[in-house]
């Protein structure tokens, strides 16, 4: 599967140890930096995953940061994206099954290095449900095309 990661300085460690995992998988993975734990903004990093999957360069993205939720944030404004904070397995595979969600946002601050590879493999081994979640994600879609 192709997946593009991103992290700002303080998720840089958490990128690289999730990386090494996504290679061992056998996954194509494009790594949108940062490079190191010199400071740096998390927007510049997590809108480039985000308008990775937007282009179709990447199917999911993985974007991290302290908190998660610059990332997640900043990777929400693009239109098409959905991206959900999981600090957990059974978050990271609902976000797939019920929202169709198509970058994970993580938290090194909150995520020991082990969790954080289980909740990635929840995330990407996790299909969307269809159904009756179509209906609530035509709405959200509707709203950004105002």
């Known amino acids: 599967m192709k997946i593009a990661l991103g992290a700002d300085h303080k998720g840089f460690a958490l990128k690289d140890r999730i990386k090494a995992y996504l290679d061992k ?6 790594d949108y930096g940062t490079f190191s734990e010199e400071s740096c903004d998390y927007p510049d990093f997590g809108l480039k995953v985000a308008h990775a999957i937007r282009a179709g ?3 999911v993205g993985i974007n991290i940061c302290w908190t998660g939720n610059g990332m997640n944030i900043a990777a929400n404004k693009v239109t098409g994206i959905r991206s ?3 600090l957990s397995e059974d978050m990271a595979k609902l976000a797939r099954e019920h929202n169709d969600a198509n970058i994970l946002s993580l938290a ?12 990635v493999e929840a ?6 449900q269809g159904g009756r979640h179509v209906p609530r994600l035509a709405k959200i879609a509707a709203e950004e095309e105002r």
């Open 25 to 30: 998988r056998g996954d194509d993975v494009a």
């Open 57 to 59: 360069a990447a199917k």
């Open 84 to 86: 959900a904070l999981c």
């Open 108 to 119: 090194s601050k909150y995520t020991e290095p082990e969790s954080a590879l289980k909740i």
């Open 123 to 128: 995330f990407l081994t996790s299909d969307y």
